[in-house]
Nanobody, 127 residues
Framework: QVQLVESGGGLVQAGGSLRLSCAASGRTFRSYGMAWFRQAPGKERDFVAGLSWRGENTYYTYYADSVKGRFTISRDNAKNTVYLQMNSLKPEDTAVYYC?????????????????WGQGTQVTVSS
């Protein structure tokens, strides 16, 4: 069983930055695929960024087109934590952001590919 706890959300002006953190329990964190999704009111939960495990401490990163060049996903296996650095934030980035973990090691773009989810953290970007 893996538990995920997100933090770091808040209110920020357009053009600002936030860093989200996701702390995970579990002894095999290194081999899990990890991802961030977001869900705006009245919309579906969308993939934002992911890290797929490729063996040892090697990962492949994926980003949604809407966040490429602005967001960066990273992980610190020693701390069992994954991060989402969000720069140049826009009002359309406003959503609840969720951390997700996949025991398969893959970070795919659909939420059905994940075994565990955090409770979410609100990000609000004002114009």
């Amino acid at each position: 069983q893996v538990q995920l706890v997100e933090s770091g959300g808040g209110l920020v002006q357009a053009g600002g930055s936030l860093r989200l953190s996701c702390a995970a329990s579990g002894r095999t964190f290194r081999s899990y695929g990890m991802a961030w999704f977001r869900q705006a009111p009245g919309k579906e939960r969308d993939f934002v960024a992911g890290l797929s495990w490729r063996g040892e401490n090697t990962y492949y990163t994926y980003y949604a087109d809407s966040v490429k060049g602005r967001f960066t996903i990273s992980r610190d296996n020693a701390k069992n934590t994954v991060y989402l650095q969000m720069n140049s934030l826009k009002p359309e980035d406003t959503a609840v952001y969720y951390c997700a973990a996949s025991s398969s090691g893959r970070a795919i773009g659909v939420h059905s590919g994940y075994d565990y989810w955090g409770q979410g953290t609100q990000v609000t970007v004002s114009s």
